[in-house]
């Protein structure tokens, strides 16, 4: 068989791709909801962290460098395999959605501590001076400045989230990763992993370029 009809057979990929499409679906889904739930707990994070009393700025802390220390395969394994013994037992798709979202917003906290507290003084105290409360002066004057500076960073992250998802692939959940390998069993033929690699691209590549054109924006002052 040659190199083509091995890795590149259109007939395998043919027959495969519903399975392909299959878990592709679930693992959009999957990296949706653990983004999003990790900008938002990776906000009240940073938030807590600076703002906090002293007591949850420590344990905000702590909880930060833990996660952003943990690699997230182990996280996993540990939510899915050992939680089971505390009486709390999670579906594959919950087990890698707290893993990843946990992680996730470890992450997005520093970026969003980072942005924040690159916005100029003189901007607090100049809302401040006008009589706006700490919670207007967020919203209104500080995460407006803070997220501009950040898009890059946080979109970054989030790829970084989307890649993470063929980690459920370990503890049995049907992502795109764990279709395409039980594809390649029952066709005795690699193209579906090239075809999970392929759809990986078309879903992360524009995601990559957008992180790219973003930065040279930023970095011209056009947006």
Known sequence: ???VQTFLNWDVFVRTLPMLLQGLGKT???GFLSILIGLIGGLVLALLRLYGPLVVRIVTIAYIDIFRSLPVLVWLVIVYYALP????TLSPFAAACTALSMISSAYAAEIYRAGIEAVPRGQFEAAQSIGLSQYRVMCDVVLPQA????IPPLTSNCIN???DTALA???AMPDLLKQATQAQALA????PLIGVALLYLAVLLPLVRLVG???RRFAQGRI
Do not use: C, H, Q, Y
């Open 1 to 3: 068989m040659d190199l």
């Open 28 to 30: 959009l889904v999957l």
């Open 85 to 88: 013994f505390m009486g709390i």
């Open 147 to 150: 997220f501009r500076l950040i």
């Open 161 to 163: 989230v989307m890649k």
């Open 169 to 171: 692939s370990v503890v």
């Open 188 to 191: 005795a033929n690699p193209t």
């Open 213 to 215: 054109l973003l930065e």
